[in-house]
């Protein structure tokens, strides 16, 4: 009985179409390592099924090349399909054109590890350790860089996001969120040679050797916290598809306010409003703002909020965050102000259009509201409170670490991110989101405060440790007492040049044994 179903598989596998739908099964389950779900451990079958699969292709580079953008693809509808929620509340498209359009952006990131993997293939002349152990996992970091720059970039989905609660998290404060999933990537090369009964020993020293390591950075301290502030993140709960509607406007900053109304006794309390949570134009708001400022710093508070900025010499709008009431001298709140953020890093389609005059009359969610900002200087002052300073990060900023990065100093206190993810409605998103921020104070080592309209919003420490967070859909205020933390980790001073150099020197090395091997064949 069992040598005849061992038979069948091995029949299954050995045709293209039964290669193809294991492929499809093996990238989709990786959803399953991210938030909510939080199964890191899925990450392994996964990539090591797909290893043992590849074995079973024929050496055709057609086929191999097929399972691979078959097991990406899927991977990525899997992960990001949230992404069609906005699209089917607020882009007004037909659900045919909307799920083509979730398929194509899939396709196409699906290209990058495919190519990874496809290209591997091609040094057949490479043994399995080095395969395994080297190449692919350089590879598929090359292919992640890229992925998160062309085109502005989607860095989504790193693997190493889905260890925030492994020993592999220690890497992160030294080489970033990627040297994580170079740990990973590693790790199952290794234990596909230990299937295969290659390079046991090596390959169990090498998996227990980057286990303890990151097991002992885990335990490094790279900041020192200072005295605790109160702070209180609002979530205000605004309907999304009344937001942004001129009679709403009113109502909204009210219910903001009333909520703000916290009761704490504090000396110095910072209240944190999310993104464009005052959704009107600064410069028309003057008549509220300056006087709500001059009551907070009476009341010995400090408000930040998310507002739309506008300057009037440039004619340019900001996705922008401003600091209301208490602040240190020369700070105080002015619309002509230096202590504010704008948005760097901007969303396609939500706050810029690529080639607008053609694809704003095609349907409404080419023509968004607010989605005609302009970008904010890569490097910006930190953002001053009169309790700590902060390195901020609109909504998809976040994910760009490098960019976090350059705007971080040693006396940065704390990290700040205002979002709102009501455009992915009850979706997976806003919890991948999250993850993604959580590993923003791994990496600096800083408290890290995250405040969102409708979700999810939640305060960590330096360490990634979670302080608290409110659920989602709901009104209300997370208050809580936190530390800010002065320092530098080894991320923060060299980003991420050691991986590069790493990757270079693999390719330099994998190039002079191709020479080598190239000659001897003569």
């Known amino acids: ?212 390591t990151g097991s002992i950075l885990q335990k490094q301290q790279y900041s020192s916290p200072q005295p605790e502030i109160m702070v209180s993140l609002v979530q205000g709960n605004i309907d999304q598809n009344q937001k942004w509607k001129s009679d709403q406007l009113t109502p909204s900053l009210f219910k903001y306010l009333d909520l703000s109304e916290t009761g704490l006794d504090s000396e110095h309390e910072l209240i944190v409003w999310p993104e464009s949570a005052v959704a009107a134009l600064e410069v028309d708001l003057q008549g509220f703002l300056q006087p709500l400022s001059t009551k907070l710093a009476a009341q010995n508070k400090t408000l930040i909020t998310g507002i739309i900025g506008y300057t009037l010499a440039t004619d340019a709008y900001h996705n922008t965050i401003i600091a209301l009431g208490k602040l240190p001298k020369g700070d105080d709140y002015a619309l002509t102000g230096k202590n504010r953020y704008q948005k760097h890093h901007l969303l396609p389609i939500g706050e810029f259009v690529p080639f607008e005059d053609l694809l704003r009359p095609l349907a409404p969610y080419f023509n968004l509201p607010m989605s005609s900002f302009q970008r904010g200087d890569e490097v910006q002052p930190n953002l001053q409170s009169g309790l700590t300073t902060f390195a901020s990060a609109l909504c998809y900023e976040i994910a760009f670490p490098e960019l976090l990065r350059k705007n971080i100093t040693e006396k940065t206190g704390m990290l700040l991110t205002l979002s709102n993810d009501a455009w992915f409605g009850d979706s997976i998103g806003p919890d991948q989101h999250l993850q993604i921020a959580r590993m923003r104070a791994i990496e600096f080592a800083r408290p890290l405060l995250r405040s969102t309209n409708n979700g999810v919003t939640a305060i960590y420490g330096a360490k990634g440790e979670e302080l608290g967070r409110l659920a989602p859909n709901t009104a209300d205020v997370l208050s809580r007492k936190v530390h800010p933390a002065f320092g530098k980790t080894p991320y923060q001073i060299f980003g991420s040049t050691p991986l590069y150099l790493y990757c270079l020197l693999t390719l330099i090395g994998v190039f002079f044994r191709y020479k080598k091997v190239n000659k001897a064949a003569q």
């Not at 860089?145 to 609660?165: C, E, K, M, N, Q």
């Not at 030294?174 to 090596?202: H, P, R, S, Y």
């Open 1 to 212: 009985m069992n040598s005849n179903i061992q038979s069948k598989l091995t029949t299954f596998t050995a045709h293209l179409y039964g290669q193809l739908l294991i492929a499809l099964f093996l990238g989709a389950i990786q959803v399953f390592a991210f938030s909510p779900f939080e199964q890191w451990w899925v990450l392994y079958p996964s990539i090591i099924g797909l290893f043992l699969l590849l074995q079973q292709v024929q050496k055709s580079t057609q086929h191999y090349f097929l399972v691979c953008f078959t097991f990406s693809i899927s991977m990525f509808i899997a992960t990001i399909h949230w992404i069609y929620v906005s699209m089917d509340l607020f882009g007004g498209m037909p659900l045919i054109v909307s799920a083509l359009l979730i398929i194509l952006l899939c396709a196409y990131l699906a290209l990058f590890p495919t190519v990874a993997l496809w290209a591997s293939i091609r040094f057949q002349w490479l043994s399995d350790t080095t395969r395994y152990l080297l190449v692919i996992p350089v590879l598929w970091l090359i292919s992640d860089w890229l992925r998160g720059y062309i085109l502005t970039g989607f860095p989504w989905v790193y693997l190493g996001y889905s260890h925030a609660d492994t020993p592999l998290v220690g890497f992160a404060p030294v080489l970033g969120v990627q040297g994580i999933t170079l740990a990973i990537m590693i790790i199952c090369g290794a234990l596909t040679l230990v299937i295969q009964k290659q390079k046991i020993v090596l390959s169990i020293t090498l998996i227990g050797s980057l286990l303890i």
